[in-house]
């Protein structure tokens, strides 16, 4: 197979990007992670494949419709129970998807003319996928902006995103790689070639609450940050600050110490204090899963955390 006709799981893209790199930006969404960040706030780019997503919004009920029950094979599909339409007292009875039975085939979304019923993922070659971004070529070209291709954990497709980012500096587009660095190293050295910026997540400096906490461990997501900076990469580190795993001023201090070893490599530190607006999206798509609940850290706390790091001389910026 020739590398555009190389196809990727794509979960959604986003154009008009401000915050995923310099510039204007369309970002690129893949499925697919590793990692098990029980805040992560697009629970939709976990899972590999495609995912039924449902959007109790968007449902008119089984009354005014339910064509949906009628066309699942495997039964996953029942009348939910009657409860309040979403900003009013009116009574509806939606839909309840059995998970367990779900086999993701996408037949209920096809009579699902509302759009409560979607499928989160579709396949790109890497041909299409250059021809969709390249159409915002004029943004990038006023703002300084570019494509950046997140995740999920972008390389876990890496062959995909390797003939992506190489297509887009063919046409001299600026890139940027949002990734959490847990990869083999080699494809790290495949993609620095072809990309200008890598956005590069670091969540704790303990390599063992970080496996407790997100399901692996860190040594490799920092050899790889050691391996992009001694290769002239450019990273702009990104640390999501979670209450009662990582905001620690010790722990803030052992990052902003490694952020400085990386030399000139690290043009920014952002700090991402953490938020709880995903909570909604893992209705759409799982059962049971466990999801953190916090309170937001204080703008108090965030800026105490901000100037640990500047102290190292770092350009710190909160997100």
Known sequence: MSGINLKGKVYDIQGFSIQDGPGIRTTVFLKGCPLSCPWCHSPES?????????????????????KCLN?????????????KKSGTDEDIQYVHINRKICDNCGSCTEVCYPGGLSMCGEEYTVNDLVDRVSKDTPFYEQSGGGVTISGGEALSQPQFVFEVLKSLKEIEIHTALDTTGFTDGKNIDAVLPYTDLFLYDLKHMDSVQHKQVVGVANEKILENAKRIAKAGGKIQVRIPVIPHFNDSQDNIRQTGEFCKSLGEAVVLVQLLPYHNLGITKYQRIFDDVKVLEAEPPSDEKIQKLKEILEDFGLTVTIH
């Open 46 to 66: 976990q899972a590999f494949g495609s995912q039924l997503s449902w959007m109790s919004m968007r449902c008119i009920g089984i009354e005014q419709c339910g």
């Open 71 to 83: 066309v699942c094979e495997k039964g996953a599909i029942t009348p939910g129970e009657v409860t």
